[in-house]
């Protein structure tokens, strides 16, 4: 069973911000190796069996810790069930948690969290934000990045935008993942987390 990135050693959304700067670069160190075993890893790799043979590392953004903001999170109440489009021409039930609201190099953003209506075991507590930017289609993959969520206990959050991977769809056709809505465009380079050379 594929285990949420977030869960091997650091969540999207923090509680208690890091006030030492080696320690949360050795944290956001720690998630890109997990992810790289993921991928090298013939039990768990998202990659073809040729791709595998030839993969050399993926490849991040310099950590920056001005990509991990501070966020206000309002929740949806009762929010109703829907299709969200994912690629392949397929859809997935989801429904809309709520939004989060960012400043970010002096802008001010807006993304919604999505919420899974029919959850794998062991992803229960987990949210998924999944948005576009600037850099889509250039330096990150076209249809979007992810970060992973775990339902947080306040309304004051913080989002990492260094922890932001590719979805398996970008390195087969075998998956079919979530495209994020026309809402969670972010109209700015988010130059942060990964990017899809590899």
């Known amino acids: 069973m594929k285990i949420p990135r977030s869960v091997f050693v650091i969540f999207g959304l923090y509680f208690i911000s890091c006030t030492n700067n080696s320690e949360y670069i050795n944290k956001v160190k720690a998630f890109r ?16 069996s040729l791709d595998l043979k030839n993969f ?16 206000k999170l309002t929740r949806f109440n009762n929010p ?4 969200l489009i994912c690629s392949h021409d397929s859809k ?4 809309n ?24 075991p062991g992803f229960e507590k987990y ?16 249809n979007g990045r992810y970060i992973d969520f775990e339902i947080p206990k306040t309304d004051e959050i913080e989002i990492d935008f260094n922890l932001a991977y590719n979805p398996y769809c970008a ?26 050379i590899y």
């Not at 190796?33 to 998202?46: A, D, K, R, V």
């Not at 050399?56 to 966020?71: N, Q, R, S, W």
């Not at 997935?92 to 429904?95: A, C, E, H, S, V």
């Not at 390195?171 to 495209?179: D, K, L, N």
Request: glycine share 6%; charged share 30%; aromatic share 14%.
């Open 56 to 71: 050399k590392g993926l490849k991040f953004f310099a950590i920056d810790e001005a990509y991990k903001v501070k966020a």
């Open 127 to 142: 949210l998924l934000v999944c948005f576009t930017d600037e850099t889509s289609g250039k330096e990150t993959f076209s």
């Open 33 to 48: 190796m997990n992810l790289e075993y993921e991928f090298s890893n013939s039990q768990t790799t998202p990659l073809d």
């Open 92 to 95: 997935k039930p989801y429904k």
């Open 97 to 120: 948690f709520g939004k989060i609201n960012f400043e970010l190099k002096g802008k001010e953003f807006e993304l919604t969290l999505l919420e899974a209506a029919n959850k794998k």
């Open 171 to 196: 390195f087969s056709g075998r998956y079919s993942c979530p495209i994020p809505p026309k809402e969670n465009n972010l109209n700015i380079e988010v130059k942060a987390g990964e990017k899809f």
């Open 80 to 83: 109703i069930v829907f299709d």
